[in-house]
Every structure is written in structure tokens, then in C-alpha cells.
């Protein structure tokens, strides 16, 4: 029986379709090249390969793209009349869950599949990522921590999963250790861009810009080359210029690093856009027709109703462009989706359509709507996927609202959690001094 590079039985007779599998595998971990195509060449090679199936069908739905719902079926019918031993069938299972919007389900099974196979690297990134989009924070720290008993240090797999965990334990708001454990993933493997952005997590965190600035602009020749992730680690080092206030340095980022193709059809590259325009929307930056270039690509994807999250971006870009048409129509879709089956109805009812209707009302200048429905739906919002430095974006909007709503009080409250959080983050302090301006002024 064959096994794949972490020593799990696979279901083909076939080496060199198994040594494209371990190829896949190890594009998978460092998020580079194009690891369909390596499961391509594998299935080209045993088209009954269950487990590369599977792997391709994982790949495809955590992409939260309804767009690649057809290669998934495909992915899923073919899987099915394949050659599966248990382990593959699982995860062919947790795929099929997440396809049919089961995303707690499917992330469970992939979390026990690992419990249960701990060497199976893959099961723990599926998990981990799973857990990355439900807002699981303590699972998403947890499932690597739990494998990682596996494997020795300096074993093939090790790092990577090392990596993982320090982004859950960043999550988890455990910086110090995050810090390590991301710092010895980076230095077994400085390709590993998801172990070098769970340290930038922990910069971001702190507010700590001579820290954070320097670890991604320096390492970028290692783990941005190839890098199908290159876009959100370049978002992290961007939000750090925008803290300086770096204004031009951020407009240049974007147009290289962040969306340097207008037209690339990748929803989590469209998020980070977003994210990062929205920001300097709020900071009151022109940004040209960089919204109206972003907007037309998530028309596309603009009445999916697919992930709750990619939504709420998804009317951030038509809000920026001024396509209240758009907004409207997201916002509609997101209320039918709300009264739909599966865990996206729930992310969608409690936290994405408040958030989207308060994003609405701030762009229609309805500040102390805006800062309400925030407010109460913050506390939740893990809930709906992300991390604690994309929905931050909750938070700075609730901020600015009240700022250009006159409501001092709130301002300075916000403002003051911001500044406790990050004492070093200039921006903190701009934000604050902004707050306290507004105050002395109402007080005047
Ligand atoms: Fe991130």
C-alpha cells in the first residue's frame, strides 16, 4: 500500500500519480503555484484516485466562491465512484458537507478526521481553515495544537502545522507564543506565507509598526514569490502604512501588490480590496476609480448569498463606487439568504445584514443607525468568519460614524479601546486626539 508524504495510505497503486499528490500537498501547505493542477496531473495520471478527489474538492469550497460550484460537484460524483479508503471518504464527506453549505459540519469531520489520523496534515489545514471562516478561534488554535503531536521538530510537516497553530493562538489573543511558534514555522520554511502572516497578526495586533513593517517588507522574497496568498500578506503590510499614515505608500500597495491585476477574478483578493479601500474611504481618502474597478467585479458574485462575510465586502465596494442600485440588490439577496437553510442563514441573519444595513446607513449619513447596529453586533461577529484585524473594519466604521455624527461620548469610548489595545499605533492616536477634538468642541 502507498502512502503520501506524511505517511497516510492512499488509495492508488500509482507512484507518479502519488508524487503529484505529494507535490499538491505541499503547494496546499505554502499556499503557492497552482495545486489543482498538481491534483489534475495526479488524477490524469489514476483517474480512481479517491484521496486527490477529495483533496481537489476541499480545495474548491474553501474558496467560498460560488463559482467553482461545478468543478466541486464534478470533484464530489467523481470522488464518490473512486477508489476511497476511509480516511479519503471522510473527507470527501466533509467537502460534500460544506458544499451543500453544511460549513460546521464539514469542518467538524475534517477536525475529527485529523483527531483521528493526526498525521494527515492536509485534515488539519481543511479544519483550520474551516475554522478560519465560522470564527471558531479556539478550534482554529486548537486542531494543530493537537496534531502537532504527530510529528517531531524538523519532521516534513511539522513546521506548517507549528505555523497554523500560531495563527490560532494569535486569534486566541496568546501573542507571545504566536510569536514563537510563527517565527520557528518561518524559519524551517520561509515560503510558509500563512506561518509569516500569524506573525503579522500578532504586529497588527500590538499596534507594533517597527516590528510588523520590516518582517513582511524584508521576507517578501521568500514567501511572495508564486504566492497565491501574496495579496493578503501585502493587505497586512498596507494597513501597517495606513497606520503611519502613509497615505501614498497605501494607494501604492494596492495598485502592486494587493490588486495589481483589476481584473483577477479571486473573491479573497476582492475582500482585502475592499477592506483596504473602505478604510481609506472612512479616513476620507479619494481613491479614484479603484471602487468602480472593484465593484464590477463583484457584480458577479454581488447576489451569491454565499458567505455572509464575502457580502458584507461585497457592498462596501458598491457603497464606495456609488452603486446604491447594487447595495440594494446584495442587501436583498442577503435577506432571502437570511430565511434559507444551513449555517449561512444564521451568519447572515445575526451578523452580515446588520452590518451591511449599518454600512448602508453610513454611507447614507444615518450615523447613529450606523453605530447601533455595529455596536450590537460586534461581540458576535466572529461568528461570521474572519479575523480580529479584518473586523476591525466594524469597529473603525462604528468609530468614524460617530465622529461625523457629533456623538463625542461614543467616539472617545471607541477611541480609547482602539489606544488601550495599541498604545504604540499612531493611527490609535490620530483617531483619539479626533475623538477628544470633538468632545472639547460639543463641550464649547
Ligand atoms: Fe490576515
Known amino acids: 500500500m502507498l502512502k503520501d508524504r506524511y505517511g497516510n495510505p492512499a488509495s492508488t497503486k500509482s507512484q507518479t500519480a502519488l508524487a503529484h499528490y505529494d507535490n499538491a500537498l505541499d503547494l496546499i501547505r505554502v499556499y503557492r503555484g497552482d495545486p489543482v493542477a498538481a491534483l489534475d496531473a495526479a488524477l490524469a495520471e489514476d483517474p480512481d484516485f479517491g484521496g486527490a478527489w477529495a483533496a481537489r474538492a476541499g480545495l474548491l469550497v474553501t474558496a467560498t466562491d460560488k463559482a467553482y460550484a461545478e468543478e466541486t460537484t464534478k470533484s464530489l460524483r467523481a470522488g464518490a465512484a473512486s477508489n476511497l479508503n476511509d480516511r479519503e471518504a471522510k473527507h470527501l464527506k466533509a467537502a460534500q458537507d460544506w458544499a451543500e453549505g453544511r460549513y460546521n459540519d464539514g469542518t467538524a469531520r475534517w477536525a475529527r478526521i485529523a483527531q483521528e489520523n493526526p498525521r494527515d496534515a492536509l485534515a488539519v489545514q481543511y479544519a483550520h ?56 514555522a518561518v524559519e524551517a520554511d520561509p515560503r510558509d506565507g500563512w506561518a509569516v502572516h500569524a506573525v503579522a497578526h500578532v504586529n497588527e495586533m500590538r499596534g507594533d509598526l517597527e516590528t510588523g513593517i520590516p518582517w513582511l517588507a524584508d521576507n517578501a522574497q521568500h514567501w511572495a514569490p508564486d504566492s497565491g496568498f501574496a495579496y493578503h500578506n501585502y493587505w497586512h503590510l498596507a494597513l501597517l502604512h495606513l497606520d503611519r499614515g502613509d497615505i501614498a505608500q497605501v494607494l501604492k500597495m494596492f495598485d502592486e501588490n494587493v490588486r495589481p491585476n483589476p481584473d483577477a477574478q479571486i473573491v479573497l483578493e476582492w475582500i482585502d480590496a475592499s477592506a483596504l479601500l473602505w478604510r481609506l474611504h472612512l479616513e476620507g481618502v479619494d481613491v479614484g476609480d479603484r471602487f468602480e474597478k472593484l465593484a464590477a467585479c463583484w457584480q458577479r458574485a454581488g447576489e451569491d448569498a454565499f458567505y455572509a462575510f464575502n457580502d458584507l465586502h461585497a457592498i462596501m465596494a458598491f457603497l464606495g463606487a456609488g452603486r446604491a442600485t447594487d447595495a440594494e440588490r446584495a442587501l436583498k439577496a442577503m435577506r432571502a439568504a437570511a430565511k434559507d437553510a444551513g449555517d449561512n442563514a444564521y451568519m447572515t441573519r445575526k451578523i452580515g445584514l446588520p452590518l451591511a444595513e449599518a454600512f448602508v446607513a453610513f454611507e447614507a449619513g444615518r450615523y447613529g443607525e450606523c453605530v447601533d447596529k455595529i455596536a450590537a453586533t460586534r461581540g458576535v461577529a466572529q461568528r461570521f468568519g474572519g479575523s480580529h484585524a479584518q473586523r476591525d473594519i466594524l469597529t473603525l466604521t462604528a468609530l468614524h460614524a460617530a465622529l461625523r455624527g457629533g456623538m463625542a461620548s461614543t467616539a472617545e469610548a471607541f477611541a480609547a479601546e482602539r489606544l488601550a489595545h495599541k498604545p504604540q499605533s499612531p493611527w490609535a492616536g490620530r483617531l483619539s486626539r479626533q475623538a477628544r477634538e470633538l468632545s472639547a468642541k460639543r463641550a464649547a
Not at 144 to 158: H, S, T, V
Not at 159 to 166: D, R
Open 129 to 184: 481553515v474551516g475554522c478560519f471562516f465560522l470564527g471558531l478561534q479556539s478550534d482554529l488554535r486548537d486542531v494543530p495544537l493537537q496534531a502537532l503531536r504527530a510529528f517531531k521538530r524538523g519532521e516534513d510537516g511539522y513546521s506548517y502545522i507549528q505555523g497554523m497553530a500560531a495563527f490560532g493562538l494569535e486569534e486566541c489573543g496568546d501573542f507571545a507564543r504566536a510569536d514563537i511558534y510563527g517565527r520557528q
